[in-house]
Structures are given as structure tokens and as C-alpha cells.
């Protein structure tokens, strides 16, 4: 089978560099998936799990927001940050799953705008984070 180079960059370096057979991933305007030989595109990219599969095994990671580009049999993700399911502290996220649910308890009753913002992300990167652990536990 064909492989696509996947690049995985975050502002700490690079965190996966390879050849696989196909990449999944959490684009702004749904979830896509490439194989080799893809034609040219850029998406934005949102929280969430990006997964992919070589030689029949399948990895998990967990990224937040960036973009990414196919050009050349190569994609390229630039995320915020990138944790693999299988390193991923799931008590820590549970934590912060609830810190998050709680505060956005709190900024229903106020009307922090920013406070609601900041608590919707924090959810939605534990809640990822619970959803690739998992993926990766299978």
C-alpha cells in the first residue's frame, strides 16, 4: 500500500514523523481522512483525537487547535499541543473535565463572557483528551 509522510509540529517540536498509510483527523468543518497521493488542500483543525495507521496498527493523539496542508504525498500538522492516547493522564483529565464543568456552572449565573470561553475550552480539550485515552486503550 502507498504511504503519505505525516509531519505532527507543535511549538515544542515535532511530535510524530513518518510514513503511514492514512491519517484521521478533526477538521474545523468535520473529520477527513488521507491516504497517499492525496490531492492539495489546507483545513483548519479543531480539539480532538487525530489518528493514524501504519502496518495495520492504529495511534491515537489528542491535538488542539492549528492548521494543516497536503502537498506533495506529505500532511503537516502545526497544533497547539499533541498528546498520544496512550501517555494521556486520564485522572488528570477527569479533573480538569470537572474544574471545567464547574466553572462553567459558575459563568451561567455571571456573565464573564471570557471566564465562559476559557471554561468551554478547557472542556472540550479534557473531554478529548478522556475520548483518545480511551481509543487508544482499544
Do not use: C, W
Not at 483525537?49 to 503537516?76: A, C, H, P, Q, W
Amino acid at each position: 500500500m502507498a504511504q503519505i509522510q505525516l509531519e505532527v509540529v507543535t511549538p515544542n517540536g515535532a511530535v510524530v514523523s513518518e510514513e503511514v498509510d492514512i491519517v484521521t483527523a478533526p477538521g474545523v468543518g468535520g473529520e477527513f481522512g488521507v491516504l497517499a497521493n492525496h490531492a492539495p488542500f489546507l483545513s483548519t483543525i479543531k480539539t480532538g483525537t487525530l489518528s493514524f495507521k501504519k502496518d495495520r496498527v492504529t495511534k491515537y493523539l489528542m491535538v488542539t487547535g492549528g492548521f494543516t496542508e497536503v502537498s506533495n504525498n506529505k500532511i503537516t500538522f502545526l497544533v497547539e499541543s499533541a498528546e498520544f492516547g496512550n501517555e494521556i493522564d486520564v485522572d488528570r483529565a477527569l479533573r480538569a473535565k470537572e474544574r471545567a464543568e464547574k466553572r462553567l456552572t459558575q459563568t451561567q449565573q455571571a456573565t464573564e463572557k471570557i471566564n465562559r470561553v476559557r471554561a468551554e475550552a478547557a472542556l472540550q480539550r479534557a473531554m478529548a483528551r478522556l475520548r483518545t485515552a480511551e481509543l487508544a486503550r482499544h
